[in-house]
């Protein structure tokens, strides 16, 4: 059994975007991208998954957003095997708005269009921006 997430939004979900969006408590948010590549993209060397990578930092350049990391997964510590992905992603918006933008922003449509050919699964978790991970503070 194959199950795939591609664009599938839980119920509501779509709904607090929006909400959050036309507010004035809109707000920064990073957007942590789960994705599982279909075998023929050959993630990471393939040339369809780097004209993917170079949409997405485009489109999400052109929102006011950044790529604040990202990385292959090599492997499955806890989980199922439908739970498995390629790559993790954390992605800086600089408001839900922005986020909510992407379909209509600069290279949007091309972004979406190498996603359907690219991404097997995927999860994306919305997260706060208000520490980033990783960050050193410092103490030991």
């Given amino acids: 059994m194959t199950i795939n997430h591609v664009n599938q939004m839980?119920?509501?979900?779509?709904?607090?975007?929006?909400?959050?969006?036309?507010?004035?408590?809109?707000?920064?948010?990073?957007?942590?991208?789960?994705?599982r590549y279909r075998p023929d993209v050959n993630f990471p060397d393939g040339e369809l998954y780097a004209s993917y990578i170079a949409a997405i930092e485009a489109t999400v350049e052109s929102v006011g957003g950044k790529i604040l990391w990202r990385t292959a997964v090599q492997g499955l510590a806890i989980g199922c095997s439908h739970d498995r992905c390629d790559e993790v992603l954390a992605v800086w918006y600089p408001s839900h708005s922005a986020f909510l933008h992407l379909p209509k922003a600069e290279r949007g449509k091309e972004m979406f269009r190498l996603r359907k050919l690219c991404v097997e699964n995927a999860v994306i978790h919305r997260c706060s921006d208000a520490s980033f991970p990783f960050t050193y503070s410092g103490e030991v």
Avoid at 18 to 33: E, Q
């Fill in 10 to 35: 839980p119920e509501g979900e779509l709904d607090v975007l929006r909400a959050i969006a036309g507010s004035k408590d809109d707000r920064a948010v990073v957007m942590l991208n789960q994705n």
